[in-house]
């Protein structure tokens, strides 16, 4: 059924079918969830459809939290009737007593049997094996269209979220550029502000080993470039995972860690205000990412 390797976790499906006199509807609803999680509720009396139905289902679905419920109806003319012997007793013995008391001639028996309770409607079981099976198969092709129903609706929404993703990349691309593009990423800059707390220090009474430690300590919380470079690199790869990667939910979720972690590492470094608000722009549009990316199968 899968055509599209980018799918949500998200959506919903139902189905109808009848056979024989019973009528069924199957609803199939799924949210995201970290591995494959189904529940499955079947009518008494149609638990042999359990093991079949979590067949199909795996068949389909490799994450998501699945619900599925299958409810169930017997037409009219595929029931019979029966007397309640414990509701006609009672309206006997009610009748008696009403014309003991009243000298009024008793209720008839069709009188009796139009009570309420008294005639009730019985469904009636296959007994057959053959006929029950023949049941359980049309009702597991009615799930079956359920499920690949559910699998075009989550098709549906991957192709948006997609989308969105792929814009949301596209931000955190443009706000590296702009990271880079600060005057606090700039050699020159860096050059400078060294020199600048360089010179606070020799005018002070550093060692001279303390001196280099310290001098090596700023360049290194100074230097941004490994973290922009880093950030370049998980563009790359999540581009690549969106473009054509079947089951990459996981693994866009972790790049969102590395990505907020790169930015995190930026902002501490940064003694820049226009490097900070990029900063914090990113991480604003990093968590947006790795929040869409945990719906992704």
Known sequence: MKNNSFFSMTGFAESQGSHEGLRWRWEAKSVNGRGLDIRLRTPPGFESLEQPARVLITERFRRGSLQTSLTVEQQDNARGLRVDPAALASAVKIAREIAAETGLEPARIDGLLALKGVI????????????????????????????????????????????????????????????????????????????????????????????????????????????????????????????????VGRKLDFLAQEFNREANTLCSKSADIALTRTGLALKAVIDQFREQAQNVE
């Open 120 to 247: 009730v409607q019985e469904e009636q079981a296959l007994a057959d094996p053959l006929q029950r099976a023949d049941r359980d198969a049309a009702i597991l092709k009615s799930l079956a269209d359920a499920l690949d129903a559910l699998c075009k609706a989550r098709a549906n929404e991957g192709a948006k979220l997609q989308a969105l993703l792929t814009a949301q990349i596209n931000d955190v691309e443009r706000l590296t550029n702009e990271a880079a593009n600060t005057a606090a990423a700039q050699p020159a800059a860096l050059r400078k502000k060294l020199q600048d707390q360089i010179s606070d220090m020799l005018a002070g009474t550093l060692p001279e080993e303390r001196l280099a430690q310290e001098a090596a300590l700023l360049a290194s919380r100074a230097d941004i470039r490994e973290e922009l470079d880093r950030m370049h690199a998980h563009v790359q790869d999540a581009r690549a995972l969106l473009a054509g990667g079947e089951n």
